[in-house]
């Protein structure tokens, strides 16, 4: 249920390394890099069941539609299993529902077959924004809806997670992500409705579980 996470800027090819190596020895569901990473992290985790995942529009969600779209493809191109996906806060803002619901599925589009997870900044969002932006989002074809960035507006808060599950109803997948930092959050958000956490401590996190594991 975990996407081991490493999204800093400064991150090199060794820390991503790294974290591959964590991530298949503590069986993650995915690592989650930046796209730079992809194809050498898709080459290093070949059949060890770990999923291969990056971020498009990242951290902002600024890109034109046709950029998402274009970088998608070329994540999938190069390994990618998964994309997680900024939402454009300006076209929600805007009240542009028809723009939005087709950048995502023009994006959907460009990566068949693989996972999409479109995250929403929930920490920048009133909760009528979040559950409009939830919807959209399942509507058009999203996977999962996520959380936060961990870049901008904070991170994945209960109150949140708890919302888009009720207002998805179990159409999509919640991915509550940034912050969480002790296993107390984790069991949290997964009671909250959760159903993937991304998280960057993960080994911290797990190691708090001790014999239950």
Do not use: N
Request: aromatic residues 4%.
């Amino acid at each position: 249920m975990i996407d081991h996470t490493l999204l800093r800027p400064d991150a090199s090819w060794q820390d991503a390394q790294a974290a591959c190596q964590l991530a298949a020895a503590e069986g993650c569901a995915a690592v989650c890099l930046s796209p730079r990473y992809v194809a050498q992290a898709a080459a290093q985790l070949e059949g060890s069941g770990v999923k291969i995942c990056t971020v498009i529009g990242f951290p902002h969600g600024t890109d034109a539609a046709a950029v998402k779209a274009f970088s998608a493809a070329q994540a999938v191109a190069s390994g990618a299993d998964e994309i997680d996906m900024v939402l454009s806060l300006g076209a929600l803002r805007a009240g542009d529902d028809e723009g939005l619901g087709g950048e995502i599925r023009f994006v959907r589009s460009a990566m068949p077959g693989r996972i999409l997870k479109v995250i929403l900044e929930t920490g920048l969002l009133e909760p009528p924004e979040l559950v409009r932006a939830a919807l959209i989002a399942v509507a058009s074809g999203a996977d999962f809806v996520k959380t936060s960035t961990g870049f901008q507006g904070g991170g994945a808060t209960v109150a949140a997670v708890s919302l888009l599950r009720r207002a998805t109803g179990g159409l999509a997948g919640i991915k509550a992500s940034g912050g969480i930092r002790s296993l107390a959050e984790a069991r949290a958000m997964l009671a909250a409705g959760a159903t993937r956490l991304g998280m960057s401590r993960t080994r911290e996190v797990l190691a708090e579980m001790g014999d239950e594991r």
